[in-house]
């Protein structure tokens, strides 16, 4: 059984660096970015909690391996970093709602 944290990371790792400083050169397009896959989950049947931890997955990545390109990604590592993991849980679903709500705003 393949492990969906180590998965994750394999699919984030293999986006081109070009295409990647795309996603995140602004807040708003690592929320189109994020509303896209969310789109995508969902057409796959995947619920909200599945959902949001995935986008937990992408904001741990972030965490460890990108430094951030704009105050508003600043923040959601500061907070990240600092957070426990139901925090962490509660964040994921934050971010999935602000990407629905925002994303292609």
Known sequence: MTDPKREAENQI???PEEKKEDI???????????????????????NEHQIAKGAERVAEYLKRHEEPRNTEEKLLQEMWKVADEDEKHAMGHIL????????DS
């Open 24 to 46: 995140l050169q602004s807040y708003n397009q690592f929320q189109d970015y994020l509303k896209s896959k969310i789109e995508k989950g969902e057409a796959l049947g995947l």
């Open 13 to 15: 790792k293999e986006i």
């Open 96 to 103: 999935v709602k602000l990407a629905k709500e925002h994303g």
